[in-house]
């Protein structure tokens, strides 16, 4: 059973694995052991914060383990609110229209402007799940405990919830996209551009960025293909959000021009249609699969079980080894999601 939980300094060694095998583009999982070790600890300083009221500077980081080999199947995180210590950048992508009635002329043109338009909003990121453990509702798993959490504690959380997807990039982690920009602005190529994002070292940004808006007809047209289109790998994800409700605002990533995909907290359809349920434990025949979490905070679990929920009296019957992964008891609540 795959289950969910903060993540603790215990797992440094499993979230450079991650890190690791992410692969380029991946910019919150820098294989770096300084910056992973201050993720580590910001989040078990984020769990532990007492009293917390509206979203701050707290990042959570989660891991999902097997619950009986104890191996790290991969890693989820939430940003409660970005942009307020470290800038956050993206290019919002508008069209405008060049026009004279006297020639008859009348041109469409798109445009990228640089900004810090998502500055307070919450970002869902650092979700990668290990090869050997895409299976069964484990994605689903670890990317919708998340909206669990949010659903029980959405005081912790902004309003406005986004996601960056990454972008198009080969193997040996070339970004077309960021090509034309190196080509033209900068000197360092994507890979590099990318592990100084990772590492909190973005004062590079603001100082070659461009910070005239952009024609995207003078991009190359490599560039051009790429604007708002997503990595192989990461397509799986893409799909699962926008069935949540996200979609994308036309604002793209600054290196890649990935998507970033956003929805209100409330319109989350995993958000709207959780519910919560008291705890009965008791083997069970039940064939019905559900994404269910406690509803603690500092001691978070989710899994995905089998149970017998009776919508009548808002009660559900659990296996013991669910209520022990859980960590519930006879009586306490849950919150749920079917699948």
Same mark, same amino acid.
């Given at each position: 059973m795959l289950v969910v939980r903060p993540i603790s300094m215990s797992d440094y060694d499993?979230?450079? &694995?991650?890190?690791?095998?992410?692969g380029h583009g991946f910019t919150s999982l820098p294989v770096n052991q300084e910056l992973l070790t201050n993720r580590i600890t910001h989040s078990e300083y984020s769990f532990a914060k007492p009293q917390v009221t509206e979203p701050g500077d707290e990042g959570y980081l989660m891991v999902g383990f097997d619950s009986d080999s104890d191996e790290v199947a991969g890693c989820t %995180?939430? $940003?409660?609110? =970005?942009?307020? #210590?470290?800038?956050?950048?993206?290019y919002h992508i508008s069209t405008i229209v060049h026009s004279s009635p006297k020639l008859g002329v009348n041109n469409v043109v798109k445009l990228l &402007?640089? %900004?810090?338009?998502y500055t307070g909003c919450s970002e869902i990121c650092t979700l990668f799940l290990r090869e050997k453990f895409r299976g069964g509702l484990n994605g689903r798993l670890m990317s919708k405990c998340r909206f669990l959490m949010m659903a029980e504690h959405p005081h912790r959380f902004s309003k406005t919830v986004?996601?960056?997807? /990454?972008?198009?990039?080969? $193997?040996? %982690?070339?970004?077309?996209f960021w090509q034309w920009l190196q080509e033209n602005f900068f000197s360092i190529d994507f890979t590099m551009a990318d592990y100084l994002t990772g590492i909190g070292k973005k %004062?590079? =940004?603001?100082?070659?960025?461009?910070k005239l808006p952009i024609y995207i007809n003078l991009l190359s047209p490599a560039a051009q293909a790429v604007i708002g289109r997503v990595h192989d790998n990461t397509k799986p994800a893409l799909s699962l959000l926008e069935k949540e409700g996200f979609t994308c605002r036309n604002y793209v990533d600054i290196f890649d021009g990935g998507p970033t995909v956003e929805c209100d907290l409330r319109? =989350?359809?995993?958000? /709207?249609?959780?519910? /919560?349920?008291?705890?009965?434990?008791? $083997?069970?025949?039940? #064939?019905?699969?559900?994404? =269910?979490?406690?509803?603690?905070?500092?001691?978070?679990r989710a899994v995905a079980a089998k149970a017998a929920h009776d919508h009548a009296t808002e009660s559900v019957i659990i296996a013991p080894d669910v209520a022990a992964a859980l960590q519930v008891e006879h009586g306490d609540y849950v919150r749920m999601l079917a699948q």
């Open positions: 499993a979230l450079h &694995t991650c890190a690791v095998e992410s %995180g939430i $940003e409660a609110s =970005i942009g307020w #210590d470290v800038p956050f950048y993206s &402007t640089f %900004g810090n338009n986004f996601a960056e997807m /990454r972008g198009v990039s080969d $193997e040996e %982690g070339n970004s077309p %004062g590079f =940004i603001a100082d070659l960025m461009p319109n =989350i359809e995993s958000v /709207r249609h959780s519910f /919560r349920a008291k705890v009965a434990i008791s $083997e069970h025949s039940s #064939d019905n699969d559900y994404l =269910i979490s406690n509803t603690l905070f500092e001691n978070f």
